[in-house]
């Protein structure tokens, strides 16, 4: 009967018995695992010799992953810290030789580039990606987004001329349909979307008190 007997470090001794690579993802995370999953047009019954549903979506899901949109956009000669418009210095603007800053805004408002028609998903449907299957709570969902590395001149003045835009990590919160905005947050280090506290922010922030 003493053969049977558990021991009382049994965690540990399972952790020494490594037998090659695991399947199990270690990497903690705040955001559904849904949520890194690309949308296909492909029937979920396949006939034998074609692609199944789950492959294509795992290889979309990887080459997806690969991409950078700030590599991107540097392939093209674009500097993504220019993207955001700036106060002009009335008391020193450039002369038109000058190349260190234009004379006139060079930016358009993004509404003139706007076109859904190609859109996998529309935003409500990119929000809901958040939610778990038996959960009540959703979960954000990952992006990018173009924000100064200074949250606090960020605050008070975003188009400053002493700011520095990068692309960052954030987790999307929630969506105003009226204003056609995202609210997001900027992931911490370790890659959590989580509040001053530590905790993880849930349902945009919302608390049961409202």
């Not at 009967?1 to 001794?13: A, H, L, M, Q, R």
């Not at 500097?79 to 038109?96: A, E, G, K, Y």
């Not at 358009?108 to 990119?126: A, G, H, S």
């Not at 924000?147 to 400053?160: A, R």
Request: aromatic fraction near 8%; glycine fraction near 6%; include cysteine.
């Amino acid at each position: 009967v003493t053969t049977f007997k558990v021991p009382e470090d049994f965690g540990s001794v399972l952790d020494k018995q490594v037998i090659g690579p695991t399947t199990e993802n270690l990497v903690k995370s705040d955001f559904p695992v849904q949520s890194f999953k690309p949308k296909v047009q492909i029937a979920f019954q396949r006939l034998p010799g074609q692609c199944p549903r789950e492959v294509e979506i795992e290889r979309r899901r990887r080459l997806y992953s690969a991409f950078d949109i700030a590599q991107l956009l540097a392939s093209k000669g674009i500097d993504s810290n220019q993207l955001m418009p700036r106060h002009h210095d009335l008391h020193n603007m450039p002369s038109i030789e000058e190349k260190k800053y234009p004379v006139f805004d060079i930016n358009l408002p993004l509404k003139i580039f706007d076109n859904y028609e190609y859109d996998c998903r529309t935003p409500e449907e990119w929000i809901s990606l958040g939610l778990e299957p038996g959960s009540h709570d959703r979960k954000p969902v990952p992006g990018k987004a173009l924000l100064p590395t200074d949250d606090v001149l960020g605050h008070e003045d975003p188009k400053s001329q002493k700011l520095v835009y990068k692309w960052i990590d954030v987790g999307v919160l929630d969506y105003d349909k009226e204003r056609e905005l995202y609210l997001v947050h900027k992931t911490a280090e370790n890659g959590l979307v989580r509040d001053e506290e530590g905790r993880p922010i849930l349902s945009g922030g919302m608390t049961p008190e409202g």
